[in-house]
Nanobody
Framework: QVQLVESGGGLVQAGGSLRLSCAAS????????LAWFRQAPGKEREFVAS????????YYADSVKGRFTISRDNAKNTVFLQMNSLKPEDTAVYYC????????????WGQGTQVTVSS
């Protein structure tokens, strides 16, 4: 099992930036990938970005391409989400999630961190 703790959320004005962190502990060495998801009030949770733990392609939702960057520091078992040019519609609770095996469901989730973008 992998435990995840997000941090870095907050309140920012439109056009600003935030960097979210997801610190992982547990069996990350045997996991496949980590992703960020978000859920806005009244909406379903949606995929934001993902990155394999041991190299490979990153993936982004169309709504964040060119503005968000996912990266990792394997030495610290931490994944980051750099969010630039933030928009009010990016307001949501952001969650990181771990995927043990490629093609399977994400099976470990953090508690979430709130991101609020004011107009």
């Amino acid at each position: 099992q992998v435990q995840l703790v997000e941090s870095g959320g907050g309140l920012v004005q439109a056009g600003g930036s935030l960097r979210l962190s997801c610190a992982a502990s547990g069996r990350t060495s045997s996991s496949y990938a980590l992703a960020w998801f978000r859920q806005a009030p009244g909406k379903e949770r949606e995929f934001v970005a993902s990155i394999p733990w041991s190299g490979g392609n990153t993936y982004y939702a169309d709504s964040v391409k060119g503005r968000f960057t996912i990266s990792r520091d394997n030495a610290k078992n931490t994944v980051f989400l750099q969010m630039n040019s933030l928009k009010p519609e990016d307001t949501a609770v952001y969650y990181c999630a771990n995927q043990r095996l490629m093609g399977t469901q994400y099976d470990s989730w953090g508690q979430g961190t709130q991101v609020t973008v004011s107009s």
